[in-house]
């Protein structure tokens, strides 16, 4: 998977188009395990068919590149990616969301809203924590999806949309099912096709092409790592998955001289956490010492950028102004 490929190729291990955009970047997707290998290939195959497809994995695993990847592999690539998270929003706003409103459908409707349902009409829309889709909202999408219908809230007409739906979650959907959480009917309606995504501590081989595929998206291509950064990466069980690496990489990149990111240049907890001799230059001290060390240094190393140095960090702005606070 490592092989350079053109974007008018298809990945000869597992089939799928191997160059996944978003808006903010395009990044290359790199598997050297072989379970991640199984999961592409399967995605692949899945690619070619237009059922509903449910991709579970822990947070942070990469679960929206491998949708993304699935549509851009489909014969829906040429339609619109359409992405919410339904956990981000209250029940009452992701209805207006998902559906669209008519105009004067409630306070502050002024005009006809169109839902991402409707955004998506040709391509797919992905719902991201579908385990969390409140139960108010639950029988209303199993029946967009039984119809192929939606109706926009405050009117009485519905109108056919064309969408597929993958849908991804960290939570065990049939242990929802068992507990009364989650609509049985609408487990198996869109349940019909299933990915697994394991977690980046079971995929060792990943963890390094990943690194270097960050450095190269996020414009430092020419930035390396030394033997003792990659064996610090390799040595820890990353709790956020790629997500964790991806902050390693860009906090590694803020710190890093010459190019070369050395272990100093890494959060410090990487090594602390993981038993590992602390790199020259860092001193045992408590956990509210390195973390004021650690965010006061992320700061300098961004020229005093919040914005920067909170993206950097892994956190929101008015996190790192909290901290900030708190350090004074």
Request: glycine share 10%; proline share 5%.
């Amino acid at each position: 998977m490592e092989r350079r490929i053109t974007e008018s190729e298809t990945c000869e291990v597992c089939g799928l188009t191997p160059i996944v955009g978003a808006l903010r970047r395009t990044m290359r997707i790199g598997a050297e395990s072989a379970a991640m290998q199984d999961v592409l290939r399967r995605a692949g195959r899945f690619a070619r068919a237009d059922a509903p497809v449910v991709i579970r994995g822990e947070s942070g695993t990469g679960k929206e590149v491998v949708a993304r990847a699935l549509h851009a592999s489909s014969p829906r690539a040429d339609g619109p990616f359409v992405a919410v998270n339904v956990a981000a929003l209250p029940a009452e706003l992701l209805e207006s969301e998902l559906f669209g409103h008519a105009r004067g459908a409630f306070t502050g409707a002024h005009q006809t809203h169109k839902g991402l349902f409707e955004s998506a009409a040709g391509g797919t829309l992905f719902l991201d924590e579908i385990g969390e889709l409140p139960a108010s909202l639950q029988a209303k999408l199993l029946r967009a999806l039984q119809d192929g219908e939606v109706r926009r809230v405050g009117e009485t007409r519905a109108f056919s949309v064309d969408a597929r739906i993958v849908c991804a979650t960290h939570r065990d959907l049939a242990e929802l099912v068992q507990r009364g959480e989650f609509r049985e009917d609408l487990f198996y309606r869109i349940s019909v096709l299933t990915l697994v995504v394991p977690p980046l501590r079971e995929r060792k081989d990943d963890i390094l092409p990943l690194a270097r595929e960050i450095l190269r998206v996020d414009g430092a291509p020419s930035h390396t790592l030394n033997r003792d950064t990659e064996r610090v990466l390799l040595a820890h069980a990353w709790p956020g998955n790629v997500r964790e690496l991806e902050n390693a990489m860009r906090h590694g990149m803020a710190l890093a001289s010459g190019g070369v990111i050395t272990p100093v240049d890494l959060p410090t907890h990487l090594v602390v956490l993981n038993g590992t001799p602390p790199p020259s230059g860092v001193r045992m001290c408590t956990l509210a010492e390195m973390e004021r060390e650690h965010v006061l240094g992320v700061l300098g190393a961004c020229d005093g950028s919040v914005v920067e140095a909170a993206r950097v960090l892994g956190i929101g702005r008015n996190t790192l102004w909290r901290k900030l606070k708190q350090l004074d």
